[in-house]
Structure formats: structure tokens, C-alpha cells
């Protein structure tokens, strides 16, 4: 499992390992049934936190994309593609709903909301 981490991203390590394995989950390429690596195994490939990994492996269990087993260790769970884009449409509503606050809390009004996330979608895309 080939996870690349950023110290110089912003986004908190945990997180990238999460992102990362999530979309090689949905992706297809860790399948149901997939060993993880062991959390001590990860640290240290990583060169991180056991805190660290340990965290990672228990959000993606949260979402439903893990199964933890003790003496045993993690496999990808067999959760249908479906469910794990339910899980993920849920997750990024609550973000959006999130950012909307923010934005009504700024003034910023629906139109230029929707303009500021068009924009940055297609800068994205691009």
C-alpha cells in the first residue's frame, strides 16, 4: 500500500491517510477482505505516530470502510460501493453545511456563493 504523506499540506496526517486508503477502498483497488497493514507496521513505514495510524484506521471504521479485529488486525470491510458513497454523501453534506454557516456568517449571499464554488470546482477540474 503506496500512502505518500505532506508535511507542508495543512491537512492533519491522520487525515491523509485516510483520504488516501478511502479512495483506494473506492477506487477499487483494496477490495473487501484486504489486510491492512498493522497499525505499529504503518507508523513506522510512515515514519509517524502508532497515535497517529491508530487514529487513521479508527475513523476509516467509523465510516464503515474497516473492520478492526483484535489479535487479528484490519481488513477492508465488505460494504457494498453504495453504502460507502451514502457514507461519504453524508460526510460531505455535514462539511457543506459547515461551510454555508460560515458563509452566511460572512454575508456572502447564494449567488456569490455558488459563483466561489463553481469557480474553485473548475479550478479543480482543470
Known amino acids: 500500500m503506496n500512502?505518500?504523506?505532506?508535511?507542508?499540506?495543512?491537512?492533519?496526517?491522520?487525515?491523509?491517510?485516510?483520504?488516501?486508503i478511502r479512495q483506494m477502498i473506492l477506487q477499487g483497488e483494496l477490495v473487501s477482505g484486504t489486510p491492512l497493514p498493522s497499525i505499529r507496521l504503518l507508523?513506522?513505514?510512515?515514519?509517524?505516530?502508532v497515535i497517529t495510524t491508530k487514529?487513521?484506521?479508527?475513523?476509516?471504521?467509523?465510516e464503515g470502510l474497516i473492520n478492526s479485529i483484535v489479535g487479528k488486525g484490519s481488513f477492508v470491510s465488505g460494504a457494498?460501493?453504495?453504502f460507502i458513497r451514502e457514507q461519504r454523501l453524508r460526510?460531505?453534506?455535514?462539511?457543506?453545511?459547515?461551510?454555508?454557516?460560515?458563509?452566511?456568517?460572512l454575508g456572502i449571499d447564494f449567488t456569490e456563493f455558488s459563483e466561489m464554488l463553481k469557480l474553485l470546482y473548475e479550478e479543480e477540474t482543470e
Do not use: W
Open 80 to 82: 457494498d460501493q453504495e
Open 55 to 62: 487514529r487513521a484506521y479508527e475513523e476509516l471504521e467509523r
Open 91 to 105: 460526510i460531505m453534506e455535514n462539511k457543506m453545511k459547515e461551510i454555508i454557516d460560515e458563509s452566511k456568517m
Open 3 to 20: 500512502i505518500l504523506i505532506s508535511n507542508t499540506s495543512g491537512e492533519p496526517i491522520y487525515a491523509q491517510i485516510v483520504s488516501q
Open 43 to 49: 507508523a513506522k513505514e510512515l515514519q509517524i505516530s
